[in-house]
């Protein structure tokens, strides 16, 4: 068998060596197979991911400062995508009892409108016990100086600017609405060359009047708890409950209300415990008496959070923006 000179252990050695050659070629291929497919797999979840950023409708620039005065004061910029004229911007105002809020929980506000063609920005803002009434107030006219001051990078339109908020950011709403102009409001947060006046607001079942809200006998009988929220308003307006007190009646949007103040869409619930739905329609009432546009839209159910409503009063909402942005 050996008769062509070769001898058994060089052949010996040449299978091996073809048998190592053979398994390291088999583990090259299928190392570019794995490679392969992951380069597949990993251009489908970039794929995806891409997808999922361009159908979302909107942009995000997320922490942005807005205020000199703090710098835990950030806001989040939604920017539709798609649209070619300016847009207008809606300020994002979370409620929360009058504490510091960071406005995370009004994303879902914030997604609506950018995903129907309004700018958002979602703002943090310093609240009770620290800081009160003064401190957060001056933080939403901030932050519609600050949108106003990078408009022009966004494209955002700075002549129509609009707020809304629910609860404690419906007061919020409603007293950046009326004290346009109220340099004693203004606070610090720099870009004070730009104005923090608003042209249109939504407010869900805020408090309007303080003074009412805590001494008028048909707005005690509308919720539970009363001596329970004087205190907590008291956290945030500062001194102790007076009907006749500067802080608390500088703290109530119906004693700013002029005829210049923009128009204003009040929601509200009828079956609402915490607050009373008469602080939505005597504001309403006291802006039509002075000439201001003004709507409201009850609910007969859904209490303080809207519950159950759907995407409702959003829509009422657009709807108003729309018409008046």
Same mark, same amino acid.
């Given at each position: 068998?050996?008769?062509?000179? *070769?001898?058994?252990?060089?052949?010996?050695?040449?299978?091996?060596?073809? @048998?190592?050659?053979?398994? $390291?070629?088999?583990?090259? @291929?299928?190392?570019? @197979?794995?490679? &392969?497919?992951?380069?597949?797999? !990993?251009?489908?979840?970039?794929?995806?991911?891409? &997808?999922?950023?361009?159908?979302?409708?909107?942009?995000?620039?997320?922490?942005?400062?807005?205020?000199?005065?703090?710098?835990? !004061?950030?806001?989040?910029?939604?920017?539709?995508?798609?649209? *070619?004229?300016?847009?207008?911007?809606?300020?994002?105002?979370?409620?929360?009892?009058?504490?510091?809020?960071? +406005?995370?929980?009004?994303?879902?506000?914030?997604?609506?409108?950018?995903?129907?063609?309004?700018?958002?920005? *979602?703002?943090?803002?310093?609240?009770?016990?620290? %800081? #009160? =009434?003064?401190?957060?107030?001056?933080?939403?006219?901030? /932050?519609?100086?600050?949108?106003?001051?990078?408009?022009?990078? %966004?494209?955002?339109?700075?002549?129509?600017? +609009?707020? $809304?908020?629910?609860?404690?950011?419906?007061?919020?709403?409603?007293?950046?609405?009326?004290?346009?102009?109220?340099?004693?409001?203004?606070?610090?947060?720099?870009?004070?060359?730009?104005?923090?006046?608003?042209?249109?607001?939504? /407010?869900? /079942?805020?408090?309007?009047?303080? @003074?009412?809200?805590?001494?008028?006998?048909? %707005?005690?009988?509308?919720?539970?708890?009363?001596?329970?929220?004087?205190?907590?308003? +008291?956290?945030?307006?500062?001194?102790?409950?007076?009907?006749?007190?500067?802080?608390? !009646?500088?703290?109530?949007?119906?004693?700013?209300?002029?005829?210049?103040?923009?128009?204003?869409?009040?929601?509200?619930?009828?079956?609402?415990?915490?607050?009373?739905?008469? #602080?939505?329609?005597?504001? =309403?009432?006291? !802006?039509?008496?002075?000439?201001?546009?003004?709507?409201?839209?009850?609910?007969?159910?859904?209490?303080? +959070?809207?519950?159950?409503?759907?995407?409702?009063? $959003?829509?009422?909402?657009?709807?108003?923006?729309? #018409?008046?942005?």
């Amino acid at each position: 068998m050996w008769k062509c000179g *070769l001898s058994k252990q060089f052949l010996d050695g040449f299978v091996v060596e073809a @048998i190592v050659v053979r398994s $390291m070629m088999l583990f090259k @291929i299928k190392k570019l @197979i794995f490679t &392969a497919c992951s380069i597949t797999l !990993l251009g489908s979840a970039l794929g995806a991911q891409e &997808a999922r950023e361009s159908n979302s409708g909107f942009t995000v620039h997320e922490g942005l400062n807005y205020s000199t005065a703090d710098s835990s !004061l950030t806001l989040d910029l939604f920017i539709p995508s798609g649209v *070619l004229t300016p847009a207008p911007c809606v300020i994002v105002i979370q409620g929360g009892g009058f504490r510091a809020q960071t +406005g995370q929980k009004f994303r879902p506000f914030a997604e609506y409108l950018a995903n129907r063609g309004f700018a958002a920005a *979602l703002i943090a803002y310093r609240g009770s016990p620290e %800081h #009160q =009434y003064l401190d957060t107030i001056a933080d939403t006219k901030a /932050a519609v100086r600050f949108v106003r001051s990078v408009s022009a990078d %966004h494209n955002i339109d700075p002549d129509r600017i +609009g707020a $809304m908020g629910r609860s404690a950011g419906g007061t919020l709403t409603g007293l950046l609405a009326v004290t346009g102009g109220v340099n004693e409001l203004e606070g610090l947060g720099g870009h004070s060359e730009y104005s923090s006046r608003i042209q249109a607001a939504v /407010a869900y /079942a805020g408090v309007f009047d303080f @003074i009412a809200r805590f001494t008028d006998e048909k %707005h005690i009988a509308l919720q539970p708890g009363v001596k329970a929220k004087v205190l907590q308003n +008291g956290a945030w307006v500062g001194p102790p409950f007076s009907a006749t007190d500067s802080d608390w !009646l500088r703290a109530s949007a119906m004693n700013h209300v002029d005829a210049d103040d923009p128009p204003m869409l009040f929601l509200q619930c009828k079956d609402d415990a915490t607050v009373p739905w008469r #602080q939505s329609q005597e504001m =309403y009432e006291k !802006l039509k008496e002075v000439g201001v546009e003004a709507s409201i839209r009850y609910y007969e159910t859904g209490g303080h +959070g809207f519950k159950d409503l759907g995407d409702t009063p $959003m829509e009422d909402m657009v709807r108003f923006f729309r #018409q008046t942005l």
